[in-house]
């Protein structure tokens, strides 16, 4: 049918249209109100009213600062600077403190005459979860609170006798944890939580959160997430609520969280993953756990196999004890399984009775193990064999803690990719080795012997019995240890060749620093044990770079016929012998008897093997003879003097670098071309760029010399600056030195500042540049016969000279010269070229070798 039904009065359609256009007109107008009408309704003389109600619901004290009455996006308040204080019994500091807090109502009790809260959301608030020394939290209080407070179900629809317990969401919250009034590093950053009631009875929560330590600079995208989604029931005491929660920390990388949880970054890196369930009364709780890490391995070390960690764990946790009871954790490792049962009385006190089974686990697993905890590791290490035993631990009695059992390695092969022949064992069996009794002191009563028995949890460990393998040296090869709780130590004794002793310290971080520069010839004896933490916080360098972290070692190695590669020198070091002691303080070389480019030498080096900054090796070396020129090839590698190669490797040879070094030298004669020193005792030090002679003294020409120089070969051809002084020299051995021609008397004081640079010896002259000094004592000069020219006098004798000036441009250039009275001006080549001036009216020419004395014009 159409059109309007027969009895029924048409409506005019713009009665409809003035309806509606009223209709919007109160919409828009209710709107205005709500948006700018209501909040300017002030409601600041409920506020003690409000903060009386939020006090009696939580039981806390509360202060908050304005409040306002808002419309949109729904009805409510918006309350600003919101603190719960902290009870006392937990410390000064608020539990909980928000800049922003609004509160929602729901529309249907604005009319009931009944308020009731449907939503609190809390905007970047701040909780200080506490715990105090007895194990009680301070949310506890909260949770006791709620659980005794009649509330309806959040969602419930329609309010019936109690209010509906409100959905409370707090958004960027940050969770602190103190312990009793110290505030721990660790927090929740960036937290989400959301609580609400389910059912009469239960709590339902998520959380969502970053974890992070705030004493120390965390990369927050590689700490991973933390959800957490369950719910706690209604009970009538604290311990009494049953819980249902599942916990997650995802996508975080190992590094990151073991740096959080150890306080400093341990190398580790690897994907991890864990997962936690809690079920039943907190008194009472049933707990599983899952733990999962993908590419286990140390930042430095990549194991030769993917190495995953998947471990499951359940216990029953008593909270009141502190115990656990049917722990059983298990970790299948390929065909095999780890798998540790048993139950913890107090896990505070450490009372225990576990049993730890290893079935058929592949030896390579304790290597990637190893691997994990142990930097010096190298990654080429690879080991064959499989592992079988089981362990007791037993804390329960009153006796000492009694730790038993046994495990066998059979048969082992450990070897290094590529590095000849792999280390065999036929079988290697740790056994398990309880605390000792530790005497006490007598009690001074005389005959009488008390002793206190105590348990000593450092002697606890794991033995590995003596076992021997072949090594080819002269002596059997042994190796025997102990595992503790704190770390680990073995004992290496026996002969080997250095070749295999090498491819053995791959897996000795200690001995590298020497066996980096000892090359695979001649043999060894030692006797040697190493020791170390399982985990030790990285050592930081003074320019902030990481240092090595070897094991400390103890005892001693000999060499003999070896070979020492240093790259610093030119040649290798022909090792006769040497004894090398290993204590604390680091590596100490003793009665080296060696030789280095023909040259012998004999003495001692003490260096440390852990250093946070520069710490020079210390050096005393002595050598019977010493030439310049063989000096120069070892340090320089410049080979022979004046060789035209030289000056081309000079430029594309890479700079030297030389290692910290001090000490002192004594040569019994060194040789610079035409002159020899004797008893020559010096203290050196070098560092990257070169040598410095910070002292030297001798005995030559029937005098003493002193000195003193540096010598840098960073920059190419190297560069010398020379300081010296001499005394008592005879004039008679000097003219020798230089074939003077005149017979020449009484001695020389005097001194020299002297650089010069390059190889040869015509670059050292055309280089050189300095200033000089001199006094001749009771000297003459006589020219030979043939040689005054018509007129001419002979120089005459003097009673000192005294003489100064300057070198440079390849000659000696006197400045200022007195024998008995007037002046000596002139100089004195390189070249031996003579253009003297004498104050008796002579002029000197020719050469030191052919002088000729003419007389003035």
């Given at each position: 049918m159409t059109g309007t039904d027969?009895?029924?009065?048409?409506?005019?359609?713009?009665?409809?249209?003035?309806?509606?256009?009223?209709?919007?007109?109160?919409?828009?107008?209710?709107?205005?109100?709500?948006?700018?009408?209501?909040?300017?309704?002030?409601?600041?003389?409920?506020?003690?009213?409000?903060?009386?109600?939020?006090?009696?619901?939580?039981?806390?004290?509360?202060h908050i600062g304005s409040v306002k009455l808002q419309m949109l996006p729904r009805p409510g308040l918006a309350i600003t600077d919101f603190v719960v204080e902290e009870n006392a019994d937990f410390g000064a500091e608020p539990m909980l403190r928000a800049p922003s807090v609004t509160v929602s109502l729901r529309l249907s009790s604005l009319w009931r005459r009944r308020l009731e809260v449907s939503r609190i959301d809390l905007d970047q608030a701040s909780v200080n979860l506490v715990r105090n020394a007895q194990g009680q939290w301070n949310f506890g209080t909260l949770l006791e609170q709620a659980s005794h407070t009649a509330n309806a179900p959040t969602a419930q629809r329609h309010s019936g006798a109690s209010p509906r317990f409100p959905y409370i969401e707090f958004s960027g919250a940050r969770f602190n944890f103190k312990s009793g009034v110290e505030k721990s590093g660790f927090s929740f950053l960036n937290s989400d939580l959301s609580i609400w009631l389910e059912s009469a009875n239960e709590w339902r929560l998520r959380f969502e959160a970053q974890p992070v330590r705030t004493d120390m600079s965390l990369d927050l995208e590689d700490t991973g997430t933390i959800q957490v989604d369950g719910s706690l029931d209604r009970a009538a005491a604290l311990n009494q609520m049953p819980v249902r929660l599942h916990a997650e920390w995802n996508h975080a990388e190992l590094g990151q969280a073991g740096e959080m949880l150890l306080g400093f970054d341990a190398g580790w890196r690897g994907d991890l993953r864990a997962d936690a369930d809690l079920a039943g009364p907190i008194e009472n709780l049933q707990v599983k756990t899952h733990l999962r890490v993908g590419n286990a391995h140390r930042e430095e070390f990549t194991p030769m196999n993917a190495f995953d960690i998947d471990a499951r764990c359940q216990a029953g946790y008593r909270h009141a004890a502190r115990a656990l009871d049917g722990l059983t954790?298990?970790?299948?490792?390929?065909?095999?399984?780890?798998?540790?049962?048993?139950?913890?009385?107090?896990?505070?006190?450490?009372?225990a009775q576990l049993a730890f089974e290893i079935n058929q686990v592949p030896a390579s697993f304790a290597v990637n193990v190893l691997g994990l905890l142990r930097s010096e590791l190298p990654t080429d290490l690879e080991a064959k064999g499989?592992?079988?035993?089981?362990?007791?631990y037993d804390?329960?009695?009153?006796?000492?803690?009694?730790?038993?059992?046994?495990?066998?390695?059979?048969?082992?092969?450990v070897s290094f990719a590529g590095d000849g022949t792999p280390f065999r064992f036929a079988s290697l069996h740790f056994v398990a080795r309880g605390a000792e009794p530790v005497a006490a002191k007598p009690t001074g009563r005389k005959h009488k012997k008390e002793m206190t028995p105590a348990a000593s949890p450092a002697a606890q460990g794991i033995v590995l019995e003596p076992a021997t393998m072949e090594m080819g040296g002269s002596a059997p090869f042994g190796i025997s240890g102990e595992m503790t709780q704190a770390g680990f130590s073995f004992h290496l004794v026996g002969a080997a060749p250095m070749a295999r002793l090498r491819q053995l310290a791959g897996a000795l971080g200690s001995l590298h620093p020497l066996m980096a520069h000892v090359a695979p010839q001649g043999t060894a004896n030692i006797d040697l044990t190493f020791a170390r933490p399982w985990t030790a916080e990285p050592a930081i360098a003074a320019d902030g770079s990481?240092?090595?972290?070897?094991?400390?070692?103890?005892?001693?190695?000999?060499?003999?016929?070896?070979?020492?590669?240093?790259?610093?020198?030119s040649d290798p070091v022909e090792l006769a012998s040497a004894t090398v002691n290993f204590d604390d303080t680091g590596m100490h070389w003793a009665n080296v008897a060696a030789t280095l480019h023909g040259i012998a030498l004999r003495g001692s080096l003490d260096a440390a093997l852990r250093c946070e900054s520069v710490c020079p090796a210390r050096l005393n070396l002595d050598v019977p003879q010493l030439d310049a020129a063989a000096l120069e090839t070892v340090l320089l590698g410049s080979g022979h003097p004046g060789a035209l190669v030289q000056a081309i490797l000079s430029e594309v040879e890479p700079k030297k670098s030389w290692p910290a070094l001090e000490g002192q030298v004594h040569v019994g004669a060194f040789t610079l071309g035409t002159l020899t020193l004797h008893d020559v005792r010096a203290?050196?030090?070098?560092?990257?760029r070169g040598w410095t002679i910070p002292s030297l003294d001798a005995s030559a020409l029937n005098g003493s010399l002193h000195a003193s120089g540096r010598m840098d070969g960073s920059h190419g051809a190297p560069r010398y600056s020379l300081k010296t002084t001499w005394s008592g020299v005879a004039m008679a051995p000097v003219a020798a030195l230089f074939a003077e021609k005149w017979p020449a008397t009484g001695t020389l004081d005097g001194g020299a500042d002297l650089t010069l640079s390059g190889y040869t010896e015509a670059d050292l002259l055309s280089s050189a540049q300095g200033r000089f000094h001199w006094q001749w004592n009771h000297g003459s000069l006589t020219a030979p016969a043939g040689r005054l020219a018509a007129g001419a006098m002979a120089p005459s004798g003097f009673t000192q000279w005294n003489a100064s000036g300057t070198i440079g441009n390849g000659a000696?250039?006197?400045?200022?010269?007195?024998?008995?009275?007037?002046?000596?001006?002139g100089k004195i080549g390189f070249d031996r070229g003579l253009s003297l001036s004498w104050p008796e009216?002579?002029?000197?020419?020719?050469?030191?070798?052919?002088?000729l004395v003419t007389a003035k014009p």
């Amino acid at each position: 049918m159409t059109g309007t039904d027969a009895g029924e009065t048409p409506v005019p359609a713009r009665r409809y249209d003035k309806a509606l256009r009223i209709l919007s007109l109160l919409l828009i107008v209710s709107v205005l109100v709500a948006a700018f009408i209501v909040p300017l309704v002030n409601i600041n003389r409920y506020h003690r009213t409000i903060t009386d109600t939020i006090e009696r619901s939580l039981g806390h004290p509360v202060h908050i600062g304005s409040v306002k009455l808002q419309m949109l996006p729904r009805p409510g308040l918006a309350i600003t600077d919101f603190v719960v204080e902290e009870n006392a019994d937990f410390g000064a500091e608020p539990m909980l403190r928000a800049p922003s807090v609004t509160v929602s109502l729901r529309l249907s009790s604005l009319w009931r005459r009944r308020l009731e809260v449907s939503r609190i959301d809390l905007d970047q608030a701040s909780v200080n979860l506490v715990r105090n020394a007895q194990g009680q939290w301070n949310f506890g209080t909260l949770l006791e609170q709620a659980s005794h407070t009649a509330n309806a179900p959040t969602a419930q629809r329609h309010s019936g006798a109690s209010p509906r317990f409100p959905y409370i969401e707090f958004s960027g919250a940050r969770f602190n944890f103190k312990s009793g009034v110290e505030k721990s590093g660790f927090s929740f950053l960036n937290s989400d939580l959301s609580i609400w009631l389910e059912s009469a009875n239960e709590w339902r929560l998520r959380f969502e959160a970053q974890p992070v330590r705030t004493d120390m600079s965390l990369d927050l995208e590689d700490t991973g997430t933390i959800q957490v989604d369950g719910s706690l029931d209604r009970a009538a005491a604290l311990n009494q609520m049953p819980v249902r929660l599942h916990a997650e920390w995802n996508h975080a990388e190992l590094g990151q969280a073991g740096e959080m949880l150890l306080g400093f970054d341990a190398g580790w890196r690897g994907d991890l993953r864990a997962d936690a369930d809690l079920a039943g009364p907190i008194e009472n709780l049933q707990v599983k756990t899952h733990l999962r890490v993908g590419n286990a391995h140390r930042e430095e070390f990549t194991p030769m196999n993917a190495f995953d960690i998947d471990a499951r764990c359940q216990a029953g946790y008593r909270h009141a004890a502190r115990a656990l009871d049917g722990l059983t954790c298990l970790w299948p490792v390929e065909s095999g399984h780890l798998l540790l049962t048993g139950n913890v009385a107090d896990i505070a006190a450490r009372k225990a009775q576990l049993a730890f089974e290893i079935n058929q686990v592949p030896a390579s697993f304790a290597v990637n193990v190893l691997g994990l905890l142990r930097s010096e590791l190298p990654t080429d290490l690879e080991a064959k064999g499989t592992i079988a035993g089981t362990f007791h631990y037993d804390t329960e009695s009153e006796a000492a803690p009694e730790l038993t059992g046994d495990a066998t390695v059979t048969p082992l092969e450990v070897s290094f990719a590529g590095d000849g022949t792999p280390f065999r064992f036929a079988s290697l069996h740790f056994v398990a080795r309880g605390a000792e009794p530790v005497a006490a002191k007598p009690t001074g009563r005389k005959h009488k012997k008390e002793m206190t028995p105590a348990a000593s949890p450092a002697a606890q460990g794991i033995v590995l019995e003596p076992a021997t393998m072949e090594m080819g040296g002269s002596a059997p090869f042994g190796i025997s240890g102990e595992m503790t709780q704190a770390g680990f130590s073995f004992h290496l004794v026996g002969a080997a060749p250095m070749a295999r002793l090498r491819q053995l310290a791959g897996a000795l971080g200690s001995l590298h620093p020497l066996m980096a520069h000892v090359a695979p010839q001649g043999t060894a004896n030692i006797d040697l044990t190493f020791a170390r933490p399982w985990t030790a916080e990285p050592a930081i360098a003074a320019d902030g770079s990481l240092l090595p972290r070897y094991a400390d070692v103890q005892g001693w190695l000999r060499l003999e016929k070896a070979q020492a590669v240093l790259p610093w020198l030119s040649d290798p070091v022909e090792l006769a012998s040497a004894t090398v002691n290993f204590d604390d303080t680091g590596m100490h070389w003793a009665n080296v008897a060696a030789t280095l480019h023909g040259i012998a030498l004999r003495g001692s080096l003490d260096a440390a093997l852990r250093c946070e900054s520069v710490c020079p090796a210390r050096l005393n070396l002595d050598v019977p003879q010493l030439d310049a020129a063989a000096l120069e090839t070892v340090l320089l590698g410049s080979g022979h003097p004046g060789a035209l190669v030289q000056a081309i490797l000079s430029e594309v040879e890479p700079k030297k670098s030389w290692p910290a070094l001090e000490g002192q030298v004594h040569v019994g004669a060194f040789t610079l071309g035409t002159l020899t020193l004797h008893d020559v005792r010096a203290q050196i030090a070098a560092d990257g760029r070169g040598w410095t002679i910070p002292s030297l003294d001798a005995s030559a020409l029937n005098g003493s010399l002193h000195a003193s120089g540096r010598m840098d070969g960073s920059h190419g051809a190297p560069r010398y600056s020379l300081k010296t002084t001499w005394s008592g020299v005879a004039m008679a051995p000097v003219a020798a030195l230089f074939a003077e021609k005149w017979p020449a008397t009484g001695t020389l004081d005097g001194g020299a500042d002297l650089t010069l640079s390059g190889y040869t010896e015509a670059d050292l002259l055309s280089s050189a540049q300095g200033r000089f000094h001199w006094q001749w004592n009771h000297g003459s000069l006589t020219a030979p016969a043939g040689r005054l020219a018509a007129g001419a006098m002979a120089p005459s004798g003097f009673t000192q000279w005294n003489a100064s000036g300057t070198i440079g441009n390849g000659a000696l250039v006197l400045g200022n010269a007195a024998p008995a009275a007037g002046a000596v001006a002139g100089k004195i080549g390189f070249d031996r070229g003579l253009s003297l001036s004498w104050p008796e009216g002579q002029i000197v020419g020719g050469t030191l070798a052919h002088p000729l004395v003419t007389a003035k014009p």
